[in-house]
Structure formats: C-alpha cells, structure tokens
C-alpha cells in the first residue's frame, strides 16, 4: 500500500502532466491522494517543498533507468554483435543514449534536469547542495560513475558520450540515429576526455 508521501507524489505527478505546475493547487493534489492538505504540508512544508520532492523524484528515476540499461552488460559480460571494428563492450551505453532520449521527450522534469533549462510551467529545482545530483553537470558525473562499473573499455569515458550524445538529439531534434550509427560512434570513443570537467571559457556563468 502506497505511503500518503508517494500517493500525495503520484497526485502531483498526474496534475503536473495535466496543466501548468502554478495552476496546480495543493487541495486538489490532497483529494486527488486522499489525504488532508494538512498530511500535505506536514509532508512537504508547502507546494515548493512538494515542487522540489517530484524534482528529485525525477531524478531518482533517471538514475534507476541508467542502471537497468548497464546492468545487463554490467551483469554478465554479454552484448551485442560489434560493429565492424567495434566492440560489444558499446552495447549497453547504446541502451542508455536510448533510455536518456525516451526519458527526457516523455518526462519534462528530467528534460530541464538534464538540460539546465527550466521554464515557467515547472516546479523551481531544489538549491544546490542537495542530497541529489540535480543539475546537468552533477547528472552526467553520476551516470559516468555508473558506467565505469561496466566491463567495457573506457566504460566512464563511453557514459558520458552515451548522455552527451542522446541531449543532442533531444535538445535538436532532426532525423534520428540508429543503433547501428551509436554503437559506431561508442565503440570508437577515444579515451582520456573529462567531459565534464568546468569549462574555462564559462566564467562566472
């Protein structure tokens, strides 16, 4: 049986997929759950505390669907056939540029997580120094760090690639890549980068 917490998220959650998160009012997100509004505000504190819980949600679900899509490879060694002077070690960073596509078209909050690119329908991000990587450099470390746990040849390096890769095609939508185009382009990945290192030419941005 669902906590009143997860049941008051799954309410957010369906009326965040429906209209604008400023629209959403709290007692409807209460009824919806079948609790109090007040079980709402001792749970969350109010509807930015609830805004930031669905964003760490989102978070959380990202993550686990990176670790379904390394776990088989990370699991038992097993992938695809190789792309002609490739390796199947690419596979899985394959599976996740997929994952990362499918979740950030369908999911709008791992979109802005993974983007950076927050828009006035959303719930606000939580501050930094949170207990969850949310912003898109700390989310692409975090799946890099998933990835060196795979038994492939520049697992950290493929990860990172595999993200960077599939935001491109979400941030750019055009004609889509195939399998076989990623798994070129992951097996060939050259090592020694640290995509995610700070960009000198940022500044204080």
Do not use: C, I
Not at 83 to 88: C, K, L, Q, R, V
Not at 93 to 99: G, H, I, K, S, T
Not at 143 to 156: E, G, L, N, T, W
């Amino acid at each position: 049986m669902a906590t009143a917490r997860e049941s008051l998220l799954r309410a957010a959650e369906a009326a965040l997929s429906a209209r604008p998160w400023p629209s959403v009012r709290m007692v409807e997100v209460a009824a919806a759950a079948g609790v109090s509004r007040q079980s709402l505000y001792n749970e969350f504190g109010g509807k930015e505390g609830l805004g930031h819980a669905l964003v760490r949600r989102a978070a959380d679900r990202y993550l686990a669907g990176v670790d379904s899509a390394l776990a088989p490879a990370g699991q038992t060694g097993a992938g695809a056939a190789a792309p002609p002077g490739g390796d199947p070690g690419a596979e899985p960073f394959v599976a996740l540029a997929e994952w990362t596509v499918r979740a950030a078209r369908a999911r709008p909050l791992v979109r802005a997580l993974l983007t950076g690119s927050w828009g006035p329908t959303l719930p606000t991000p939580p501050p930094p120094g949170g207990r969850r990587p949310l912003g898109p450099g700390e989310l692409v470390r975090a799946v890099r760090d998933r990835a060196a746990a795979v038994p492939s040849a520049q697992a950290h390096w493929r990860g990172e690639l595999a993200v960077r890769l599939a935001l491109s095609y979400v941030v750019a939508p055009g004609e889509e890549t195939g399998r076989d185009e990623l798994l070129r382009l992951l097996a060939g990945a050259p090592g020694g980068a640290d995509l995610s290192a700070p960009n000198p030419t940022a500044g204080g941005r």
